[in-house]
C-alpha cells in the first residue's frame, strides 16, 4: 500500500471526546480515495458509490501526524474499488480501515462510462510515454 498525503491533526478536527472526529477523517479519506481514482482514470468526473466495513481502530490525537494508504482491489467496467488504511505516520499504528470503496467513473451525461483501465498506472510513465520528463 503506498501511503500518499499526510494531514497534522488540529483543534478544529477533534470530537467531544478530543480525538479525531470520525467524520473528519471520512470526508479525508473520501478525498483522497476521488484523488486516486481521477489520477487514475484520467477523468475529472467520479463520484463515491459504496464505502463497505469502516473500522476504527485506536484514536489519533491533536498533534498528530497521520497518513493515509489507498491501494487497487479492483478495476471494473466503469468502477474502480480501492482499500484504504490510516496510519500514524510516526508509529504505524492503524486508526481506521476502509475494506472497500467503490468509485464510478462517469460521462458526460453524469451516467457511468467505461473507464478503459485495467492497470495502474504512474503519471511519470506517462509523461516519459510522451517525451515530456523532466
Ligand atoms: C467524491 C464524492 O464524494 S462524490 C459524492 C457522493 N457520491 C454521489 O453523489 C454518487 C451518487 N450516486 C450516483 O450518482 C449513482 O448511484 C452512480 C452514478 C454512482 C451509479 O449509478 P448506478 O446506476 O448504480 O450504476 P451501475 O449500476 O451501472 O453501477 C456502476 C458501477 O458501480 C458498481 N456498483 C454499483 N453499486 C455497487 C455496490 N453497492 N457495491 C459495489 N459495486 C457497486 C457496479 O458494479 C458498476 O461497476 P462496473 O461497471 O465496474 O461493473
Redesign the pocket.
Known amino acids: 500500500m503506498r501511503f500518499h498525503t499526510r494531514k497534522l491533526v488540529k483543534p478544529g478536527d477533534l470530537n467531544s471526546n478530543g480525538t479525531l472526529f470520525g467524520g473528519r477523517l471520512l470526508a479525508w479519506i473520501?478525498?483522497e480515495?476521488?484523488l486516486y481514482a481521477i489520477v487514475q482514470l484520467e477523468n475529472g468526473k467520479?463520484?463515491?458509490?459504496?464505502m463497505?466495513e469502516i473500522n476504527f481502530m485506536s484514536a489519533a490525537k491533536q498533534g498528530d501526524v497521520i497518513e493515509i494508504g489507498i491501494e487497487v482491489v479492483k478495476?471494473?467496467?466503469?468502477?474502480?474499488?480501492l482499500n484504504c488504511e490510516v496510519r500514524n505516520k510516526m508509529n504505524h499504528e492503524t486508526i481506521v480501515t476502509v475494506d472497500?470503496i467503490?468509485?464510478?467513473n462517469?460521462g458526460e451525461n453524469?451516467?457511468?462510462a467505461?473507464h478503459g483501465k485495467t492497470k495502474i498506472e504512474f503519471v511519470k510513465d506517462r509523461l516519459a510515454a510522451l517525451g515530456e520528463v523532466d
Open positions: 473520501d478525498e480515495a476521488a467520479i463520484v463515491t458509490k459504496y463497505s478495476f471494473g467496467k466503469t468502477s474502480l474499488t472497500n467503490i468509485m464510478v462517469l453524469g451516467k457511468p467505461p
